[in-house]
């Protein structure tokens, strides 16, 4: 099979961080058009104009769509940083949804979100409900640097290492939402033998 060419949708600046809707149709992705601070972008992934949904004076990272494609969760430096969630068409003011964070996902029912501290030595996975309350933690005795939702939201796929094991570097593994210890979860390509942790 010949291989296609990449179209180019975005001309408005530096964007990087694309996540695309649930449905192909719209994409979102961090722009810094025009130069300044960064912001969160949408525009339809057959082109169009874009449509910029959040505003301000601090740096809006990492978006990612809700299941039904009406909200977008994203990082922002706003007020010492946190997890935000704003409608996709641009409406109100973006919403606290957890101070600190970063790299967050919306769970497959759209009911939760996940996330990881800001902490560049030490991360840590969080989940928290979209309707609010104090985030919870997902394996305490590890670290964990990023992640992703398990296709039936009862478990996370997230890459780390035991916090008393560093020097072994860090693999992916498996972790329920029950709480229990998360298991090895080897990947086809997986190549994380030689890294290690930072010190």
């Known amino acids: 099979v010949a291989p296609r060419t990449p179209v180019r949708i975005s001309r408005d600046g530096l964007a990087i961080s694309p996540t695309i809707s649930r449905d192909g149709i719209l994409l979102a992705y961090t722009s810094k058009a025009g130069g300044g601070k960064m912001h969160i972008g949408v525009r339809q992934t057959a082109g169009g104009q874009p449509l910029q949904v959040s505003r301000g004076g601090d740096d809006d990272t ?10 977008i969760v994203f990082r922002s430096e706003r007020d010492g ?5 704003v409608s996709t068409l641009g409406g109100g003011e973006p919403q606290l949804l957890a101070k600190r964070g970063a790299n967050p996902k919306f769970s497959p029912d759209g009911k939760e979100v996940l996330f990881f501290s800001d902490d560049i ?5 969080y989940i928290v409900l979209l309707l609010g309350g104090p985030p919870r933690r997902l394996c305490p005795n590890w670290t964990t640097f990023s992640g992703f939702w398990a296709p039936d939201g009862k478990a996370v796929l997230l890459l780390g290492g035991r916090r008393e094991n560093q020097d072994s570097g860090p693999r992916w593994m498996l972790a329920s939402l029950a709480g229990r210890e998360p298991s090895k979860f080897r990947l086809p390509g997986d190549n994380y033998s030689g890294w290690r942790f930072p010190h």
């Open 121 to 125: 030595w030490a991360p840590e996975a």
């Open 62 to 71: 990492a978006p990612d769509f809700s299941p039904d494609d009406t909200q």
């Open 81 to 85: 940083g946190g997890i935000y969630t």
